[in-house]
């Protein structure tokens, strides 16, 4: 079956550069979800999209952007990078938007490392 | 708003029992488990959705306490293949999709 689609896996950036981190949700998923994990940390919520539009915003820095596209896939830019934003960057994906997300599992992609030099 | 899970960390030896708790100060709609490998995304375990809902996912069962806003996740007979972080995830009843994990707990199973 297919499933969420990161990429890259792996992306070394230096300081002040500029990352682009993509994500493919699983077929005939409306819903994607952004989360960073640094180390030892849990996974905070970022940003979620729904039907492209936003639709929540968590603990996302200005310097950071997201958008859906009209295929549904997601990008994650980040600007400015800092050494602080390196971290493993979860996308994942749903069916349903605010509570009709209840009972709809959540499917999470392998992630994209992000380190920042 | 993070549930907050407890306890942070429990070691077992295989074949023991854990219960890992999950409590949000917010009322919850529904509660997903997650487990977490290191490196690696987290892997579903299971949905409960109604208060006093309680489901089982081979040794692994939990329960779903709608009124005190809590859930337990419940480990038995612990195998070397549960270890991890375990991770509750709610969502808020909200126009939105938010969708929260909670703190963690490292579980790790020695032989």
């Known amino acids: 079956a297919a499933g969420v689609i990161q990429s890259p896996r792996h992306l070394i950036k230096e300081k002040r550069e500029t990352a682009t981190l993509k994500c493919y949700p699983i077929?005939?998923?409306?819903?994607v979800y952004w989360y960073q994990q640094g180390p030892g940390q849990d996974p905070q919520f970022l940003i979620s999209f729904y039907e492209k539009m936003q639709s929540d915003k968590g603990s996302i820095p200005d310097r950071f952007s997201a958008q859906q596209f009209s295929d549904y896939h997601s990008e994650l830019n980040m600007s400015s990078l800092e050494l602080g934003d390196s971290a493993l960057y979860f996308c994942?994906?749903?069916?349903?938007?605010?509570?009709?997300?209840?009972?709809?599992?959540?499917?999470f992609g392998e992630g994209s490392w992000l380190t920042v030099v | 708003q993070q549930p907050v899970q407890s306890p942070q960390a429990v070691i077992l030896r295989e074949g023991e029992d854990a219960v890992i708790n999950c409590s949000s100060s917010k009322a919850l709609y529904s509660v997903h488990w997650y487990r977490q490998k290191h490196g690696e995304a987290p892997v579903f375990l299971m949905i409960?959705?109604?208060?006093?809902e309680q489901k089982g996912h081979e040794k692994i069962s939990a329960s779903f306490n709608e009124k005190k806003q809590q859930s337990s996740l419940y480990l038995t007979a612990s195998q070397l293949s549960y270890s991890g972080t375990y991770f509750c995830?709610?969502?808020?009843?909200?126009?939105?999709?938010?969708?929260?994990f909670g703190t963690g707990t490292s579980l790790t199973v020695i032989p």
């Open positions: 409960l959705l109604k208060g006093g």
């Open positions: 995830g709610t969502e808020f009843p909200s126009t939105g999709n938010q969708f929260y």
């Open positions: 994942a994906s749903s069916i349903g938007y605010g509570t009709e997300i209840s009972g709809n599992t959540i499917y």
């Open positions: 077929p005939r998923h409306d819903t």
